[in-house]
């Protein structure tokens, strides 16, 4: 584990742990403010993610911004990181084993971080966080506590891509969030 960002970076510029290294053009290692509260953690790079070295720029990541500004969540204030740091191809589901390789990248940006809050986003960033018992539908919009953190796991963007109907939970469970935080800070 490093101690510093500048540490952490410098330890994946060239990270070769897993297959996902060789197709990928950019390390998309996260963004945002690295003492924030609230830490989302998505699944990995798509595309345009991959293209532009950051997280949560392509469609999916245009629908959460307008999550958050309708909730007042300014993107700037959160940190944003994925699973993986580097695209899987045709934007599959990460392997196990390539999980499991970047995982402790993720555990020291949780380190670093310290957030009072993670929004886990989907299925692969619920199950590779707090275990494969886990699952999306059933852990959907319900707080989570495990080692003085709050989870919340919803749905991931691209997912509401793909069914509207989820627009509304993840809508509420983004919500949801907001209020939590503002309880903490009154504390």
């Given at each position: ?113 310290k957030p009072k809050i993670i929004v ?52 509420k469970d983004l919500k949801e969030v ?10």
């Amino acid at each position: 584990m490093y101690n510093n960002w500048e540490e952490l970076e410098k330890s994946i510029i060239n990270c070769k742990k897993c297959k996902l290294c060789t197709g990928r053009n950019n390390i998309v290692f996260g963004e945002g403010n690295k003492e924030a509260d609230i830490m989302l953690i998505g699944e990995g790079p798509g595309a345009d993610e991959d293209k532009q070295g950051l997280p949560f720029v392509g469609k999916a990541g245009q629908l959460m911004n307008k999550a958050f500004q309708g909730l007042g969540i300014d993107r700037n204030k959160v940190y944003i990181a994925n699973v993986v740091k580097c695209r899987p191809p045709g934007n599959r589901v990460p392997e196990s084993d390539e999980a499991k390789e970047c995982l402790d990248y993720l555990r020291n940006q949780v380190i670093l971080v310290k957030p009072k809050i993670i929004v886990l986003l989907g299925s692969t960033a619920l199950k590779n966080i707090l275990g494969n018992e886990y699952g999306i539908t059933s852990s959907r919009g319900k707080w989570i506590e495990k080692n003085g953190i709050l989870y919340m796991p919803t749905w991931h963007p691209a997912a509401l891509l793909r069914d509207e109907n989820k627009k509304i939970e993840f809508w509420k469970d983004l919500k949801e969030v907001v209020e939590k935080y503002k309880e903490i800070e009154k504390r």
